[in-house]
Nanobody, 124 residues
Framework: QVQLVESGGGLVQAGGSLRLSCATSGRTFDIRGLGWFRQAPGREREFVAH????????YYVDSVKGRFTVSRDNAENRVYLQMNSLKPEDTAVYYCAVRLYYGLSLTTKDYNYWGQGTQVTVSS
């Protein structure tokens, strides 16, 4: 079992920044990758970013490239999502999730454990 806890969400004006954190615990040695997803009201959960557990490889959905950065603190088994130049359309509940298999996936069904989510609201 792997436990995930997100934090760092909140209300911010358009153009502002937030840093989300995903704390991992439990069988973290089984983790091979971590993804960030988001879900806006009335919409399906969508992929945002992925980082390999080594921290070497990252991948972003086009809509956040150049604005969001995913990184990992190896010592604390924590992953961050730095979000800059936020837009109202970034408003959603943000979730972190881990994969126990190597390779990138943009699909929710390929992730094995999920956090409870943290709300991000961007006002115009």
């Amino acid at each position: 079992q792997v436990q995930l806890v997100e934090s760092g969400g909140g209300l911010v004006q358009a153009g502002g920044s937030l840093r989300l954190s995903c704390a991992t615990s439990g069988r973290t040695f089984d983790i091979r990758g971590l993804g960030w997803f988001r879900q806006a009201p009335g919409r399906e959960r969508e992929f945002v970013a992925h980082i390999s557990w080594s921290g070497v490889n990252t991948y972003y959905v086009d809509s956040v490239k150049g604005r969001f950065t995913v990184s990992r603190d190896n010592a604390e088994n924590r992953v961050y999502l730095q979000m800059n130049s936020l837009k109202p359309e970034d408003t959603a509940v943000y979730y972190c999730a881990v994969r126990l298999y190597y390779g990138l996936s943009l699909t929710t069904k390929d992730y094995n454990y999920w956090g409870q989510g943290t709300q991000v609201t961007v006002s115009s």
